[in-house]
């Protein structure tokens, strides 16, 4: 646990309600996109799948009351093969798929309002934190960071946004 945590605690407690709720809206978005209710609501649709679609039971992202809302995205590339090595270019591969996501439902990472990031070491957050900023203009969207213990694929970090469309 990092320093800033343990000089107030009260901050680790808030980190992982955020986790909760964000994972709880993750679980809620998972159960609607595999029902044939999903399709019928108005105002709702899903985006198509960018690229290869995975073999998870997901949406890259859906469109909901104008906002995008794009799922967790791990450092994968089209082409498959291993994960990259470090964290700069895994992160680097998260935003760049979410990017392209953005993109395909009519929004792009200028019109991000809020990024979750989940690491499995804060103690590599200023390597992400560097690559990160490359991808926003002036204006940065909120943000939570918080460590997990493990990440599908074993990837490093995982990365979900939701942007105005």
Not at 55 to 71: C, D, N, R, T
Not at 118 to 138: E, R, S
Not at 143 to 162: C, F, G, K, P, Y
Request: aromatic share 8%; glycine share 8%.
């Amino acid at each position: 646990m990092n320093a800033a945590v343990r000089a107030y605690p009260e901050r680790e407690q808030i980190i992982r309600r955020m986790a909760c709720l964000t994972v709880f809206a993750a679980i809620i978005l998972c159960f609607y996109s595999t029902t044939a209710a999903w399709a019928a609501e108005p105002g709702i649709s899903a985006v198509q799948h960018v690229g290869k679609a995975g073999s998870a039971p997901l949406s890259p992202a859906v469109i909901a009351g104008g906002m995008v809302y794009v799922s967790g995205q791990l450092p994968t590339s089209k082409g498959g093969g291993p994960l990259p090595s470090t964290i700069e270019e895994q992160t680097r591969l998260c935003l760049e798929n979410i990017k392209t996501i953005l993109e395909a439902a009519g929004s792009g990472m200028d019109k991000v309002v809020m990024v979750n990031v989940y690491m499995k070491d804060l103690g590599q957050f200023k390597a992400m934190n560097g690559v990160y900023a490359t991808f926003f203009g002036k204006r940065f969207p909120a943000r939570a960071t918080v460590e997990v213990s493990r990440l599908a694929l074993d990837a490093m970090l995982e990365i979900s946004v939701i942007a105005a469309q």
